[in-house]
């Protein structure tokens, strides 16, 4: 880890962090934060089509999806 210095106080250099439920990686590309969010959404996206093979009405595949 490097040390950064802003106005006397040293900051430290990280490879990426999460900053209001955004990826932030030091090179700027999206690639963290979108496999993080399909990493959230796969087990939801996998138990809505089950619901939705399930045949139950759309109103109730809505209230799940909240």
């Known amino acids: 880890y490097h040390l950064?210095?802003?106005?006397?106080?040293?900051?430290e250099k990280v490879k990426n962090t999460k900053f209001l439920g955004?990826?932030?990686?030091?090179n700027l590309t999206w690639t963290l934060?979108?496999?993080s969010i399909?990493?959230?959404a796969q087990?939801?996206?996998?138990?809505?089509?089950?619901l939705r093979e399930a045949h139950l009405?759309?109103?109730?595949?809505?209230t799940?999806?909240?």
């Open 4 to 11: 950064l210095t802003i106005i006397g106080s040293s900051v």
């Open 22 to 26: 955004v990826h932030l990686a030091e």
């Open 33 to 35: 934060n979108t496999s």
């Open 38 to 40: 399909t990493k959230r």
């Open 43 to 50: 087990p939801r996206l996998y138990f809505l089509r089950k």
């Open 57 to 62: 009405p759309s109103p109730i595949l809505t």
């Open 64 to 66: 799940f999806s909240r």
